[in-house]
Nanobody, 115 residues
Framework: QVQVVESGGGLVQPGGSLRLSCAAS????????MGWYRQAPGKERELVAL???????NYADSVKGRFTISSGSAKNTVVLQLNNLKPEDTAVYYC?????????WGQGIQVTVSS
């Protein structure tokens, strides 16, 4: 089976930056996609960024130009660079991995943007 673990969240001021990492472990063959989602209080969970096994990336309009998703240096890892953060980016961020045989979610990590 697969485990997905996020790291790198925290509290930052508006305009600041964070780097979120996601690592999948266990049986990780046949990876299709890895992506980041977020859910703010009172709002629906939304896709933030997604990267395919072929390396193509997709972004939500709200983060395009500010966030960057990329493959990590280690196998089965993905990094989300969050720049120019805004208070409305405050949410719990979840990493999701999709394989041909399974889907796995991380536990979620808090990102808070506040003065």
């Amino acid at each position: 089976q697969v485990q997905v673990v996020e790291s790198g969240g925290g509290l930052v001021q508006p305009g600041g930056s964070l780097r979120l990492s996601c690592a999948a472990s266990g049986i990780t063959f046949s990876l299709n996609t890895m992506g980041w989602y977020r859910q703010a209080p009172g709002k629906e969970r939304e896709l933030v960024a997604l990267i395919t096994s072929g390396g193509s990336a997709n972004y939500a309009d709200s983060v395009k130009g500010r966030f960057t998703i990329s493959s990590g240096s280690a196998k089965n890892t993905v990094v989300l660079q969050l720049n120019n953060l805004k208070p409305e980016d405050t949410a719990v961020y979840y990493c999701k991995g999709t394989w041909s045989w399974a889907t796995a979610w991380g536990q979620g990590i808090q990102v808070t943007v506040s003065s």
